[in-house]
């Protein structure tokens, strides 16, 4: 099966309805998610605010597809979070990932072997305790588990320090790549435009209404609105047009193992160091750990790839102690790639203060894949048919200028 994946020469109309910067997972999930909605039966897609017309939809992307965030990541998908509005939205985008394979034609590798967090200190036990309570007030499957419990899903693991875990069974792990690439092959066959290896340059208010954008090619496309799925690279995106977001910019570190024969079906969570690790289906154990940044203020220039020796030292020692059989493991690859960290653990999704017609869609931090699917289908509603999902009323990138931010979640983990 072939998909299609964007063109450098793919044709960009003069004047665009829509403009998404960035062909991430965030930018083409609500592509698809737009072309979608003006496939549905007459009606559906239609609105007071007007119809979607995907031929006048397009996706410029700097490099090629998967070379951000969307393309470097861990591939978790979980509804345990610590906040039951991030626990409905992974219900919904869990939902969606269970039939998305057969609408995006393409094989995910979606496996849904549950997540397990360990909790090894008496605040890490209230945590899960009190997570656990809230998953069982909106229905989520999730169940608090003894050590010994624990032992019995994962016999390799050293239980010995651990007070209590908490396990999901309908959490799990996917191959980021062809998520990517599906969303990209269904938006551009239902009229999308992808142009890759092309970046924005810079933005300018049109006259009128809606913006001028200036490509790195040269060339200048007028679009009504525009939508910054630029994820560590939206602050720079802002910056032009004088919008101050606190998201900024975080190298976070992972490694793969040599194959090993399949032995663990959950993702496991050390809350404590924040250490994750998974088996893919090519058997190698896939892991990653909270690294705190480096000295000094981030910013946007700062998006920094490449890979540390430190990481490694910390990553092994934390793997070791609680997969005791890993000190006999080779690491095969080490990267990185960049979160969009927001300081009150929300995204920013929606109109930008003082610019209307731009719409943010970043700040997701370590959590951005498993929340694409259903955070493209709510905002391509909300900008067609004008429904504002709770969550994205949340999300508003307006809170901080007005003080509405608040923390939340305590299950950012990475
Ligand atoms: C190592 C690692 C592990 C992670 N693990 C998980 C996980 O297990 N589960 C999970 O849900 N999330 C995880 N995440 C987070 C997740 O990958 C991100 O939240 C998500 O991919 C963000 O998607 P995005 O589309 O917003 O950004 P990106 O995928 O970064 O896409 C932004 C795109 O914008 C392009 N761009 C930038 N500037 C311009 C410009 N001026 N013009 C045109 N294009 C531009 C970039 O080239 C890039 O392709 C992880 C992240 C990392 C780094």
């Not at 490694?255 to 079906?265: A, H, Q």
Request: aromatic fraction near 6%; include cysteine; charged fraction near 20%.
């Amino acid at each position: 099966m072939s998909v299609a994946l964007g063109s450098p020469r793919a044709e960009l109309a003069e004047e665009l309805d829509l403009l998404i910067i960035g062909g991430g997972i965030m930018g083409l999930s609500l592509a698809y998610n737009l072309a979608e909605l003006a496939a549905a039966p007459a009606g559906r897609g239609a609105s007071k605010l007007g119809t979607i017309d995907p031929n006048k939809i397009a996706v410029v992307e700097r490099s090629y597809l998967v070379s951000g965030a969307s393309g470097r990541n861990g591939g978790g998908l979980r509804m345990q979070w610590g906040d039951a509005g991030n626990v409905a939205l992974m219900r919904e985008s869990i939902e969606i990932c269970r039939h998305l394979a057969q609408r995006l034609n393409i094989n995910l590798w979606f496996r849904q072997g549950g997540y397990l967090f360990l909790a090894r200190t008496e605040s890490g036990e209230r945590r899960l305790h009190r997570n656990v309570a809230i998953h069982e007030q909106v229905g989520a499957p999730t169940r608090l588990l003894a050590a010994r419990e624990a032992l019995e899903l994962v016999p390799e693991l050293d239980v010995s320090e651990v007070r209590v875990a908490a396990f999901n069974p309908e959490d799990g792990v996917v191959f980021p790549w062809p998520f990517v690439w599906g969303y990209a092959g269904q938006a551009v066959a239902r009229g999308v435009s992808l142009r890759t290896h092309t970046s924005v340059e810079s933005l300018e208010p049109a006259s009128g209404s809606g913006y001028v954008a200036r490509l790195s090619t040269g060339e200048r496309v007028r679009a009504a609105r525009v939508i910054n799925a630029t994820g560590a690279w939206s602050v720079g995106i802002n910056r032009g047009l004088g919008i101050e977001l606190p998201n900024h910019p975080h190298r976070h570190e992972i490694l793969s193992s040599e194959p090993l024969k399949p032995f663990l079906d959950p993702l496991v969570v050390d809350l404590e160091t924040g250490l994750y690790f998974s088996q893919s289906t090519r058997g190698e154990i896939v892991t990653g750990i909270t690294m705190p940044d480096p000295p000094g203020k981030p910013t946007a220039e700062g998006v920094e790839l490449g890979s540390s020796l430190r990481f490694l030292s910390n990553v092994s020692r934390a793997l070791i102690r609680v997969l005791p059989v890993a000190r006999h493991l080779s690491p095969l690859r080490q990267w990185s790639g960049p979160y969009d960290i927001s300081p009150d653990g929300d995204a920013m999704v929606g109109p930008s203060p003082d610019h209307p017609a731009l719409i943010q869609v970043c700040g997701f931090t370590g959590h951005g894949f498993m929340m694409a699917p259903a955070v493209g289908r709510l905002l391509a509603r909300w900008l067609v048919l004008g429904e504002a999902h709770p969550m994205l009323t949340r999300w508003d990138p307006c809170r901080f200028r007005d003080g509405r931010a608040a923390r939340r979640e305590d299950m950012i983990i990475g």
